[in-house]
Nanobody, 121 residues
Framework: QVQLVESGGGLVQPGGSLRLSCAAS????????MGWYRQAPGKQRELVAT???????THADSVKGRFTISSDYAKNTVYLQMNSLKPEDTAVYYCNANLLQTGSSIASTYWGQGTQVTVSS
């Protein structure tokens, strides 16, 4: 069994910063990549940023220059540093991991439960 637990969400004023964390636990053999997605009310879930096991990163155009994804794969943890936050960044942020479980030969994708980020004055 694998669990992803996010933390660090909350209410912040426009222009402020937050740092999200996501820790994966369970019978994990190896992680291929982890990432962050978000879903605003009435909208589809969208990719925010990803980072591979080789530390190759991608960021959505809407967050480039403001958000930075990083990881500590020794701790099976991924972070999202969010700066210069805007009201349109308000959403539930979900952690995602593509990994290989112990005893399995096929990688699977897992999701966290989500953490709310609200940007408002």
């Amino acid at each position: 069994q694998v669990q992803l637990v996010e933390s660090g969400g909350g209410l912040v004023q426009p222009g402020g910063s937050l740092r999200l964390s996501c820790a994966a636990s369970g019978s994990i053999l190896s992680i291929n990549a982890m990432g962050w997605y978000r879903q605003a009310p009435g909208k589809q879930r969208e990719l925010v940023a990803t980072i591979t096991s080789r530390l190759r990163t991608t960021h959505a155009d809407s967050v480039k220059g403001r958000f930075t994804i990083s990881s500590d794969y020794a701790k099976n943890t991924v972070y999202l540093q969010m700066n210069s936050l805007k009201p349109e960044d308000t959403a539930v942020y979900y952690c995602n991991a593509n990994l290989l479980q112990t005893g399995s030969s096929i990688a699977s994708t897992y999701w966290g439960q989500g953490t709310q980020v609200t940007v408002s004055s």
